[in-house]
């Protein structure tokens, strides 16, 4: 099977964490290459429900070896933590985890001051973060101070530990913030990190030899490409490369080696946080779509804003993934829809244009302009084969097609496994890219 990147193509949330469950069982090897734990990937399984934040889905899959990749931001206690969970339900982490020696770390100074941040931000400037870190940890990467998976592994870790607390805690206090207690933190992290050493490993070699040996490797994306931090909304963004040059990046596989490029797209729009969102409905529509589609952060539980589906930015997003196929999840949450619309272009200053404006100041001044079309009011959770949908869901997925230019190779209609819908011609087609 190809290298495969998968990448959500709006503001996260897409529904990834299903679709890569389901890619899983054709890879040999999962890596989740940027973010960190603000990230949440929901898998359901028969009756179990999985929420992951920092491991790659394939943790779910005995048998499948997985990589938290460099381009990953660790926090170690949170990942032992969510391994300690799996372990506890049965699956085993020893022998198929593997988290990159050049990682960086967070570390709860961090995080209080992503938390201050946020709290002392005019409300206009404030980002809406998950209150993890996520920022200040690449902050530090960038300014190359930051600690990394493989500093857990020198004599001196606890000593460098100590020096950037007290370097951090300056820093807070002059904020008014609360500070880290450094003598406890030296004590967890030295203990995490002397459990967390046998997983630490080379990762970029090992997933080339894995490469050159023919294993295919799927790349696991969070977040999605509104909020990655060059192509998104900036600023209201995350911190990492949450496209498909991402994948290689903070992966460590070379693009030649990429041999396709899958979109997640969900039915609609959602975007948990702040910052433009033209076909946001804040209104009774928006809040019918958030109750039937469950829209609740999960990570942090924040109800998410909800609106329709975007091509202006799902085309952007095509262009800039090189997506070759889409997987087009929560279909079945428009089931009950009387007039279902898809935003084609913006107006902005009486002119109308279909392409994503780099300045935010003129994103929020956009209105949308909208196609609409016919509800198809027909339950869709039970249909087992494409041809079996209702005709005007063929005819809405077949207009996104149309819009977007890339076909749609899996369809969504419920959270389980069951509930998807593969278009194998599309699924298998040869997109031009392997040689
Ligand atoms: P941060 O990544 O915590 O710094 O948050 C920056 C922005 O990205 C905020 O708007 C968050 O709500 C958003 N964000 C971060 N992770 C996710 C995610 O997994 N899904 C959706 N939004 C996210």
């Not at 799927?218 to 509104?226: D, N, R």
């Not at 942090?300 to 975007?310: A, E, S």
């Not at 009011?377 to 087992?384: A, F």
Request: a negative charge; proline letters at 4%; aromatic letters at 8%.
């Amino acid at each position: 099977m190809a290298n495969t990147v998968l990448i959500g193509a709006q503001w996260g949330d897409e529904g990834k964490g299903k679709i890569i469950d389901l890619l899983t069982e054709d890879h040999d090897w999962i890596i989740r290459y940027q973010g960190g734990h603000n990230a949440g990937h929901t898998v359901e399984i028969g009756d179990q429900r999985y929420v992951l934040h920092l491991l790659p889905s394939g943790i779910l899959h005995e048998g499948k070896k997985c990589i938290i990749g460099h381009g990953v931001v660790i926090d170690i206690l949170s990942l032992l933590s969510e391994m300690d969970e799996v372990v506890g339900r049965g699956l085993t982490v020893e022998g198929r985890l593997f988290v990159s020696d050049r990682a960086h770390l967070i570390f709860p100074y961090h995080r209080l001051l992503d938390e201050n941040r946020e709290f002392t931000a005019a409300t206009k400037d404030k980002i809406g973060t998950t209150k993890r870190g996520i920022g200040p940890a690449y902050a530090d990467k960038s300014s190359r101070t930051g600690l990394r998976a493989g500093d857990l592994l020198e004599a001196d870790f606890p000593d460098r530990l100590r020096r950037r607390i007290q370097d951090y805690n300056r820093q807070l206090e002059i904020l008014g913030a609360d500070i880290a207690d450094e003598d406890e933190l030296v004590r967890q992290y030295t203990e995490a990190a002397r459990r967390l050493k046998p997983y630490i490993a080379d990762t970029i070699s090992l997933l080339n030899k894995a490469a050159d040996s023919g294993e295919s490797i799927l790349f696991e994306g969070a977040q999605g490409t509104m909020l990655d931090i060059d192509y998104g909304t900036y600023p209201f963004v995350t911190s990492s490369s949450a496209t498909a040059g991402g994948a290689c990046t903070g992966g460590g596989l070379a693009p030649r080696r990429v041999d396709r490029v899958l979109g997640v797209i969900k039915a609609y729009a959602t975007r948990v946080g702040e910052g433009p969102f033209p076909t946001e409905l804040d209104n009774s529509e928006g809040a019918a779509l958030r109750n039937a589609g469950n829209e609740y952060g999960a990570t942090t539980g924040r109800p998410r804003r909800c609106g329709w589906f975007d091509n202006v930015v799902a085309r952007y997003s095509a262009m800039v993934n090189g997506v070759d196929a889409w997987a087009l999840t929560k279909l079945d949450v428009l089931d009950e829809v009387d007039i279902i619309k898809i935003c084609v272009g913006y107006k902005y200053e009486g002119k109308t244009f279909d392409v994503v404006p780099a300045r935010v100041r003129i994103l929020e001044k956009c209105t949308p302009v909208y196609e609409s079309f016919e509800g198809w009011k027909t339950p869709t959770s039970g249909v087992t084969s494409y041809g079996d949908l209702p005709e005007r869901a063929k005819a809405y997925i077949e207009r996104l097609e149309a819009l977007t230019g890339v076909p749609v190779a899996m369809i969504s209609v419920g959270p389980g496994r069951e509930h998807s819908l593969v278009r194998e011609e599309v699924a298998t087609a040869d997109h031009g890219r392997a040689s």
